[in-house]
């Protein structure tokens, strides 16, 4: 648990840091769409990827638990960009609330893989 309230701080000093410093700067928000773009490919590449492996229970498991580990880290980078910038709240809250469909969905597809896959 101390790890997670580290996390939690280091999350908070970033956007205080990116708010003072950055504001709303064009490259910022670049940069963080670039990230969104790679971490939600993440997404249907490892999927896919597992899905290639399905031989192979473990590593089918494996990419998927990757696919779930990259649903996470779009949220926590579109939470950010919502955070820091000036965009259309309501947008970026549904982009949030889907991904968080998809990682509900991604999770309970890892359990029936775990339980259920032959």
Do not use: P
């Not at 590449?45 to 779009?74: N, P, Q, W």
């Not at 820091?84 to 029936?112: A, C, P, W």
């Amino acid at each position: 648990m101390r790890i997670w309230r580290y996390i939690v701080c280091r999350i908070n000093w970033q956007l205080k840091f990116t708010k003072c410093h950055w504001g709303s700067q064009k490259c910022e928000l670049f940069e963080e769409g670039s990230q969104i773009r790679r971490s939600s490919k993440g997404i249907t590449s490892c999927i896919v990827e597992g899905y290639g492996r399905r031989r192979y229970k473990a590593e089918f498991i494996k990419f998927l638990i990757y696919a779930h580990a990259s649903c996470d880290e779009t949220i926590l980078h579109l939470n950010f960009i919502k955070d820091t910038h000036k965009l259309d709240e309501q947008i970026m809250s549904q982009f949030v609330e889907n991904y968080k469909k998809l990682g509900r969905k991604t999770y309970k597809f890892i359990e029936y893989v775990e339980k259920e896959w032959k």
